[in-house]
């Protein structure tokens, strides 16, 4: 089916006892059993619920794979996936990855012995050089937070596959509505349910969609074991938010078309980072595997002083953590997302004092723009 009736209709059907249209939010703990050792698929609801069940099916459809398995948040989603290894192993990591990505990976992973490269990985040389016979998986962000590089997905599933490792992509910043990474040789896709997914910017979610039955296994027996789920008002939130991914997606994308292009011809701008731009460095890979280039823009506003004026001095953009809901958001890198990167590092990525993220919404542009423009003036 096409991707919008997928997304209205995947995963669920009215249910069988009232008829009600909409998957109910199964708000309980735990379930009656008939006898011992006899129930009817549901014992406890750590181990399975069927709102979050609807979700994970609704979800998988969309990314186009086989399996979805939810968490509590993206971060648990992510934590989740590096289980899958042992001490020793050693990960490629995409190196302008989401601050917090890079905090649970050089913070918290590495002291249990799995061991992190971090690398440009929109430079398939330098993701080739990474490669040891110890390398198990690459995960890669396309395009990147906040400087917007895009990595050439089928090729480092080239690299991945040749190497015997595994392509992990965090399709957040995309949605499947405009990249489907499995379609492009990736082997597991994980999303912060929190942006676009739901869109609403009312829940924290995670999850992981993948083809692979043995690591779904394993994936589902560690979502039980190690407990980070995600509760079933919060999964029915984030299926309420994947009726609307297509019509929502649509209509982001527009907006941040408009003012990229209106960002870019700012002459008090020095640099705005949006894959569409033509001049953008990665404009063709962009066109060549997504069917789009997103609603999340940075420009560079030159110093951290007049990025915090253009922050408080903006009305309808709103000051926050986070993207991908339909009001506007306005942030600053430096000392929000990538608070917890070193700053030598940040400023290798691109992210200087004076660099301003948005999350485009779905208000009218012409609102947004005018905003944007009192607010640099
Ligand atoms: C690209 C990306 N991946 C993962 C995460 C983490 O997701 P969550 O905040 O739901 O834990 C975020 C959060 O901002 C993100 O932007």
Request: proline share 5%; net charge neutral; glycine share 8%.
């Amino acid at each position: 089916m096409g991707f919008s009736t997928e997304c209205i209709h995947a995963g669920q059907s009215p249910d069988d006892r009232t008829g009600a249209v909409i998957t109910p939010i199964f708000q309980t703990s735990t379930y009656k059993q008939d006898g011992i050792g006899r129930h009817r698929g549901y014992e406890y609801a750590r181990t399975a619920n069927p709102t979050r069940e609807a979700l994970e099916r609704n979800i998988a459809a969309l990314e186009r794979g086989r399996h979805g398995i939810a968490y509590a948040s993206g971060m648990a989603a992510i934590d989740t996936i590096l289980r899958l290894f042992r001490p020793g192993d050693e990960v490629i990591v995409s190196n302008n990855t989401y601050g917090g990505t890079y905090r649970l990976f050089e913070m918290v992973l590495k002291d249990y012995g799995l061991v992190f490269r971090f690398v440009d990985s929109s430079n398939l040389d330098e993701v080739r050089k990474a490669v040891s016979p110890r390398t198990r998986l690459m995960f890669v962000e396309s395009p990147t937070n906040p400087v917007l590089r895009i990595t050439d997905i089928r090729g480092v599933s080239e690299i991945a596959h040749a190497a015997g490792a595994k392509l992990c992509v965090d399709n957040t910043f995309m949605s499947p509505y405009l990249q489907s990474p499995l379609l492009l040789g990736a082997d597991i896709v994980v999303h912060s349910t929190t942006k676009y997914l739901n869109g609403h910017s009312d829940m924290v979610g995670g999850i992981v969609v993948l083809n692979d039955d043995e690591d779904a296994r394993r994936l589902r027996f560690l979502q039980n074991a190690v407990g980070a789920v995600p509760g079933p008002m919060d999964c029915w939130l984030a299926l309420r938010g994947t009726k609307t991914l297509a019509v929502r997606m649509k209509q982001h994308e527009e907006n941040a078309r408009v003012l990229a292009k209106f960002l870019a011809a700012q002459k008090s701008i020095e640099k705005v980072n949006y894959p569409g731009l033509p001049d953008h460095p990665h404009h063709e890979l962009a066109k060549s595997q997504a069917r789009g280039f997103g609603a999340i823009i940075s420009f560079d506003l030159g110093s951290r002083e007049r990025a915090d004026k253009t922050l408080r001095a903006v009305t309808l953009f709103t000051l926050a953590e986070s993207l991908g809901g339909v009001e506007s958001l306005i942030s600053h890198p430096a000392t929000m997302t990538h608070g917890s990167v070193p700053e030598a590092e940040r400023l290798k990525l691109g992210v200087t004092p004076g660099l301003v993220r948005i999350s485009v919404g779905i208000e009218d542009v012409e609102d947004l723009q005018a905003d944007l423009e009192r607010a640099i003036r």
